[in-house]
């Protein structure tokens, strides 16, 4: 079988005869031919032997399992039993503590942040020394110095600064910044780096302790402490060591302070003896101690422990003591370091009990310097209270500020304010802290004491508790009571007895904050007879009530109120809040100052209910008719976004109407408004036509013949030239103007319009028709039929159907004037009159009857003979016939380029005129009249005097007797007939 070597292979020197584990396997025990059991590490480095040189060879060694104790065989039957002691091997400087581990390893432990760092020496360390930024260690041939890599007080990271390579012998070990201290008992050696002696003192007495406190690199103190009970100071440059003082035993530990005022010493006898090293007199001494130690953070605190007892002690205050296990070794603020057999441990020790000795004799400023070390929240807070109570404001500030105090802190800087103008008086001072702890009787006799009853009475007050309160009433005013009452409504209001507030706010003469809480809660018979109590002249408690009483929809009680004030204005406001508009209305047939207040509500209410047409009458009975005209201009949008193209007609209509009224109204802006009259009345023509279009489109059927239809798109396509309304469709327009002049034959109109069409974008549903439209038109003679041609009747010129221009002839420029049902082109001219003659004036010379002569009776051109056999009657052809006056005009007519010349008569004209043959459009100022002559008398055309449309009856006629033969004679048939609309009302269908 083979092996494999693990470790460095060593030389022991002897024959190794029996090899065995002890310490679970930390160490080895080798019994051998050189007579000795030998301890050895893991390693094979030799730390010593087991016992003295046996008689014989070491046959066998064997460790007691978790123990100590380990036995040997000899060769000749001798039989040894040995227990191993290992001493600890330790050092501490502050919060540095170093120690051996497993007596090869050295541990540096940094006590307050608990790191630790591990120097492997890897051979047997018999002394340690710490101090500031070196270690030392002191191996059997040899001593390292060790050094901090970085100048950092909490670094653990430490590397060789020297080796002294020669084997030393010592008791104690100390190293210093420059220097290695050996002592031997009585002798004392001082050795640099390099291992050369520089200085040696010589004691009287054995050395028992030596403590290094500090000083300047290579000039460093140290205080002895020998065991005939003297205490030594030397320095490292001084041959000459100082005696600080005698005890009467030996010294065991010594400690000085951080003032290094004070010496504590701990002797054999066990006594912590406390000197002033200046006065060299004891100041104190404490039993039972076996350590000792200065707080580094504190002059006036110490520590001992002994007997498992650890005693804090602070200036000349008795004695805190606890439990604790070990010795102490350090303290630092509120932290112990405590050795417990070869442990090291840090305890948090709160510091209470000291800060509570200076509290008690009132010294705040030692008892804060205590709290910083370390105590509990509720330290903190004690400590403030009491610097509060003892007026030291600057210490109860920085205690309250700690744990975050914030209504003391508030407190203490309001107290400093009242310091800084003067103020003095420290019972004062002192009451309202107590009232601010909640010592409220004991604030309330301070209070008394310093004649400030008003303080108290606020106080009592402030905590709701009345009672005690009242009892200091008698020396305040009648003014104070009120406020008292006033304050206890505001406390029953707070716990929710709103009716005992409300009582108690009267009484106190608050009547707006009694108001509000009769208000709040809805107690309309307590609100109106609070209301009929209170004067006139409180006008706004009164108002208040009748707001109340409008939120409650008491309008009666709330009038009432007004009424009382004589407050008719807000009596208005208060029935149109209430939407109550008859009241209102019949308030301002009294007082008409008020309309403006009353109808722009009622309009904006009626707006906002849809009854816009309402609302615009409204507008403009409160003299408000821009708003009129905004709401009615909204309305006629909503109606073409929503596709209600008759409505929009009709709005638009309203418009133009309200345009003239404004014209009349504002002579500034009267050119703007007629132009927009225009504007509108062409809209209102262009959307009443449209709608039958839409209609054609979107229902199935329609009532409308394809002459009535054809009519409409032509007239909307010529209209819609110039302007594109919002909703009007020219796709639309062309697809009926085309369909419906393919079926009467108009087939170059219909190409021409096809054409155009396919420039548009088609909507997918009409693409197969119109394509195959165009294809099949163009199979058809490319002209129209003449009977679909618009002939003009002053110059008797066919138009034809597709022209450049708009509504009007292309040769005289004549304006042709449509029927309203059917839009064909009616026998109208329109004519103007002579400068100089008004409207009125033309209106009585056509309705005066023309003078009876004999040539009256050819005035027809008929002429008439009688025999007794026959009668007979001609046309007579003589130029006689013809000597109508406005005829003649007609026939003068002379084309001048592209402009139109109207038609103008005198008053000869105008007399000779038939009154049935004249239109008459009675438009309202500042327009003129329209005056038109039916040129075809026998046609009978009627004029709407609302809206100034014409129609002819017989095509009215024809058109009702087409629907009527599409009806069952069963259905009953209401008939309503306007110039806009022929409506028939059957059961649940309407036809328009």
Same mark, same amino acid.
Request: net charge positive.
């Given at each position: 079988?083979?092996?494999?070597?693990?470790?460095?292979?060593?030389?022991?020197?002897?024959?190794?005869?029996?090899? +065995?584990?002890? +310490?679970?396997?930390?160490?080895?025990?080798?019994?051998?031919?050189?007579?000795?059991?030998?301890?050895?590490?893991?390693?094979?480095?030799?730390?010593?032997?087991?016992?003295?040189?046996?008689?014989?060879?070491?046959?066998?060694?064997?460790?007691?399992?978790?123990?100590?104790?380990?036995?040997?065989?000899?060769?000749?039957?001798?039989?040894?039993?040995?227990?191993?002691?290992?001493?600890?091997?330790?050092?501490?400087?502050?919060?540095?503590?170093?120690?051996?581990?497993?007596?090869?390893?050295?541990?540096?432990?940094?006590?307050?942040?608990?790191?630790?760092?591990?120097?492997?020496?890897?051979?047997?360390?018999?002394?340690?020394?710490?101090?500031?930024?070196?270690?030392?260690?002191?191996?059997?041939?040899?001593?390292?110095?060790?050094?901090?890599?970085?100048?950092?007080?909490?670094?653990?990271?430490?590397?060789?600064?020297?080796?002294?390579?020669?084997? *030393?012998?010592? +008791?104690?070990?100390?190293?210093?910044?420059?220097?290695?201290?050996?002592?031997?008992?009585?002798?004392?050696?001082?050795?640099?780096?390099?291992?050369?002696?520089?200085?040696?003192?010589?004691?009287?007495?054995?050395?028992?302790?030596?403590?290094?406190?500090?000083?300047?690199?290579?000039?460093?103190?140290?205080?002895?402490?020998?065991?005939?009970?003297?205490?030594?100071?030397?320095?490292?440059? /001084?041959?000459?060591?100082?005696?600080?003082?005698?005890?009467?035993?030996?010294?065991?530990?010594?400690? *000085?302070?951080?003032?290094?005022?004070? *010496?504590?010493?701990?002797?054999? +006898? /066990?006594?912590?003896?406390?000197?002033?090293?200046q006065k060299k007199e004891l100041l104190f001494q404490e039993p039972n101690a076996n350590s000792v130690a200065w707080n580094s953070n504190c002059e006036e605190m110490l520590c001992f422990s002994g007997n498992n007892i650890l005693s804090i002690k602070a200036s000349n205050f008795p004695v805190h003591q606890q439990k604790l296990m070990g010795f102490v070794v350090g303290l630092c603020g509120s932290k112990i370091f405590c050795l417990h057999v070869s442990t090291m441990s840090t305890i948090e020790v709160p510091l209470s009990a000291p800060m509570y000795q200076y509290l008690e004799k009132k010294m705040f400023w030692d008892a804060y310097k205590v709290a910083c070390l370390g105590v509990t929240d509720g330290d903190w807070g004690a400590l403030g209270h009491a610097a509060l109570e003892g007026l030291d404001f600057q210490v109860a500030r920085q205690a309250f500020i700690r744990i975050k105090e914030l209504k003391y802190l508030d407190l203490i800087s309001e107290f400093q304010e009242r310091q800084r103008k003067g103020e003095r008086d420290k019972e004062l001072f002192l009451a309202d802290i107590l009232a601010f702890r909640c010592k409220y009787k004991d604030a309330a006799h301070l209070y008394q004491k310093c004649s400030q009853e008003q303080k108290a009475l606020n106080m009592y007050t402030d905590l709701r508790m009345f009672d005690l309160a009242q009892e200091f009433l008698g020396s305040v005013d009648s003014v104070d009571r009120k406020a008292l009452i006033r304050k206890k409504a505001d406390w029953a209001k707070n716990i929710n007895e709103p009716r005992a507030a409300a009582e108690m706010y009267l009484s106190a003469g608050d009547t707006r904050q009694a108001i509000e809480i009769i208000g709040e809660n809805g107690w309309i018979d307590m609100l109106v007879d609070v209301g009929r109590r209170l004067d006139k002249a409180d006008h706004d408690g009164i108002v208040l009530i009748a707001q109340h009483l409008c939120r409650l929809k008491q309008l009666n009680y709330a009038t009432e109120m007004y009424r009382k004030l004589g407050d008719e204005k807000s009596i208005v406001q208060l029935y149109v809040q209430a939407r109550e508009w008859k009241e209102a209305f019949a308030?301002?047939?009294?007082?008409?100052?008020?309309?403006?207040?009353?109808?722009?509500?009622?309009?904006?209410?009626?707006?906002?209910?849809?009854?816009?047409?309402?609302?615009?009458?409204?507008?403009?009975?409160?003299?408000?008719?821009?708003?009129?005209?905004?709401?009615?201009?909204?309305?006629?949008?909503?109606?073409?976004?929503?596709?209600?193209?008759?409505?929009?007609?009709?709005?638009?209509?309203?418009?133009?109407?309200?345009?003239?009224?404004?014209?009349?109204?504002?002579?500034?802006?009267?050119?703007?408004?007629?132009?927009?009259?225009?504007?509108?009345?062409?809209?209102?023509?262009?959307?009443?036509?449209? /709608?039958?279009?839409?209609?054609?489109?979107?229902?199935?059927?329609?009532?409308?013949?394809?002459?009535a239809l054809f009519n409409i798109s032509r007239f909307l396509m010529n209209e819609t030239k110039d302007v594109r309304p919002k909703g009007v469709s020219q796709f639309a327009i062309m697809y009926c103007l085309a369909k419906q002049a393919r079926n009467l034959g108009a087939y170059k109109l219909a190409r021409q319009v096809l054409e155009k069409m396919q420039s548009l974008r088609v909507p997918p549903r009409f693409q197969e028709y119109v394509d195959l439209s165009a294809l099949m038109v163009r199979s058809k003679p490319y002209h129209d039929s003449e009977d679909m041609l618009p002939m003009c009747y002053r110059c008797s010129t066919y138009n034809p159907l597709m022209t450049s221009t708009t509504n009007c002839c292309t040769n005289c420029r004549q304006p042709f004037v449509h029927s309203f049902v059917s839009f064909e082109v009616l026998p109208l001219v329109e004519f103007q009159l002579e400068p100089g003659i008004s409207d009125e004036e033309a209106v009585r010379l056509i309705e005066a009857p023309a003078p009876f002569t004999e040539e009256s009776n050819h005035s027809r051109g008929w002429l008439q003979s009688e025999s007794d056999t026959f009668q007979t009657m001609h046309f007579d052809e003589s130029p006689a016939s013809i000597a109508d006056p406005f005829t003649a005009r007609l026939m003068s007519f002379e084309n001048v380029g592209d402009e139109f010349v109207p038609v103008v008569v005198n008053q000869a004209t105008l007399q000779a005129m038939d009154p049935c043959a004249v239109?008459?459009?009675?438009?309202?100022?500042?327009?003129?009249?329209?005056?038109?002559?039916?040129? *075809?008398p026998d046609l009978q055309v009627t004029l709407c005097n609302c809206c100034n449309k014409v129609r002819t009856t017989h095509a009215m006629i024809t058109f009702l007797l087409v629907i009527y033969s599409h009806k069952t004679s069963s259905i009953k048939m209401k008939m309503k007939i306007n110039c806009h609309q022929i409506v028939f009302y059957f059961p649940n269908t309407l036809y328009s």
């Open positions: 079988m083979g092996g494999k070597l693990v470790g460095k292979e060593r030389n022991i020197g002897f024959d190794p005869l029996c090899v +065995n584990y002890f +310490n679970k396997g930390e160490y080895l025990l080798i019994g051998g031919s050189n007579r000795l059991c030998t301890l050895m590490t893991r390693d094979g480095i030799k730390l010593g032997s087991v016992g003295d040189e046996q008689p014989s060879w070491v046959w066998c060694c064997a460790a007691r399992p978790d123990s100590s104790f380990v036995a040997v065989g000899c060769q000749d039957g001798t039989l040894a039993y040995y227990q191993l002691i290992f001493s600890t091997v330790h050092g501490l400087y502050k919060e540095r503590y170093a120690f051996r581990e497993n007596t090869t390893d050295v541990i540096i432990q940094h006590l307050l942040t608990n790191q630790k760092v591990r120097i492997k020496c890897r051979d047997l360390i018999k002394k340690i020394a710490i101090y500031k930024h070196r270690l030392a260690v002191q191996l059997p041939e040899r001593v390292v110095i060790y050094e901090l890599n970085s100048g950092d007080s909490v670094g653990m990271h430490y590397r060789v600064k020297e080796k002294i390579n020669q084997k *030393l012998e010592c +008791n104690l070990l100390v190293v210093c910044t420059e220097h290695l201290v050996l002592c031997q008992e009585k002798r004392l050696q001082c050795l640099t780096f390099e291992g050369v002696k520089e200085r040696e003192w010589v004691m009287e007495s054995p050395i028992r302790y030596i403590k290094v406190v500090g000083g300047p690199p290579g000039r460093e103190g140290l205080l002895l402490g020998v065991k005939n009970g003297q205490v030594w100071k030397i320095y490292l440059d /001084n041959a000459f060591p100082v005696s600080l003082l005698k005890v009467s035993s030996a010294v065991r530990c010594l400690d *000085l302070s951080a003032s290094r005022k004070k *010496l504590a010493v701990v002797d054999e +006898n /066990n006594q912590c003896l406390v000197y002033d090293i308030l301002t047939d009294s007082y008409p100052e008020f309309k403006d207040q009353v109808y722009v509500p009622y309009a904006q209410w009626l707006a906002e209910n849809d009854k816009f047409v309402e609302a615009q009458k409204a507008f403009h009975k409160a003299g408000r008719p821009d708003e009129a005209f905004r709401v009615l201009h909204q309305l006629t949008l909503n109606a073409v976004s929503e596709s209600r193209f008759q409505d929009a007609g009709y709005y638009h209509w309203v418009l133009a109407r309200q345009c003239l009224d404004i014209a009349n109204q504002n002579e500034d802006h009267r050119m703007e408004m007629i132009n927009k009259f225009f504007e509108h009345e062409k809209y209102a023509c262009i959307y009443y036509a449209y /709608n039958t279009i839409q209609k054609y489109l979107d229902e199935p059927f329609t009532s409308y013949m394809p002459e239109l008459i459009c009675r438009w309202p100022h500042p327009l003129r009249y329209q005056f038109y002559r039916n040129l *075809l």
